[in-house]
């Protein structure tokens, strides 16, 4: 199997995996009101085994190990920091025992890093030095585990953000950074994503901001993730201004009310796929998936749309 980076550098679109938290819950698992998915691979390690198999099944190059929210930092919310490293080895390694069940071609394993902080708490973000400590930890076990790529997802303000990617970057795998944004009030300006709507930290960085501070430190490829369909566009015309490598993107859709993803208002896969389709050919996006709210039908009908690559 060639790597991750020879794959980027061909040219073709590489095909990521749906939302795997809000998919596990679509199958019945409840998550935690603190740490969401984050024990899902301690309590049903079946269904996140049967959520990846179905992602390859579904077209997905890349799939997404369930790590999204299982730093230190998060887990001790519930008093488990002290299972991070065997909870973040064991998210690994279910993701590569799905691409051996599963895979029929070149399926990559992704150890997911977010800037998700206990969702109860009253900060919008983690920050300090505790902090750092917590995701290089992360970030260390899941190149210990065999990750092949890390991608930092929902990069939302410079602080933060910081953090994660040079924990990420310090592991020498490729990096593939996800920004979140929203729309600023003026419905003109791009801003990164606030997370909560009171918090002793309110999120209020420009967009282009960000960019400008936070591309310098590297990656291999950037783009917008977990940000409402609407929104990509915009934020894509910010980041073309300011990133010359690689760009992905991938929306979520239908809404969250902690802890649980509502699916009532989600986009119709094809509609999805259609929408995607339209980033790809404006703006040159080569990596494509789905985050919250999207399952395997949004990428199989990714892989329907936009035809093999």
Known sequence: MISISERLEQDRIILLDGGVSTEIQKRGVSLDPNVWSGLTTKTHPDEVLQVHEDYIHAGSQVITANTYSTARHVLESINLGHEAKLLNYKSVQIAKQARDNAAERDVWVAGSMSSMPPLMGSHDISLGEHARTSYQEQADVLAEAGADLIIVEMMRDIENATLVIEAALSTGLPVWIGYSTMM?????????????????????????????????????????????????????????????????????????????????????????AAEIKGWVEKYGVKIVGGCCGTGPEHIRALQDCLGDF
């Not at 990164?192 to 009171?198: A, E, T, V």
């Not at 960019?211 to 291999?220: D, F």
């Open 184 to 272: 600023d009030k003026d419905g003109i300006g791009v801003k990164g994503l606030r997370w909560l709507d009171q918090g002793k930290y309110s999120i209020s960085d420009d967009f282009s901001a960000m960019i400008k501070k936070l591309s310098p430190l590297g990656g291999q490829a950037a783009g917008i993730m977990h940000t409402k369909i609407s929104n990509i566009e915009p934020a894509l015309k910010v980041l073309e201004k300011h990133w010359k490598g690689p760009v992905l993107a991938y929306a979520e859709t239908g809404r969250l009310e902690f802890p649980d993803w509502h699916f009532g208002d989600v986009c119709a896969p094809d509609q999805y």
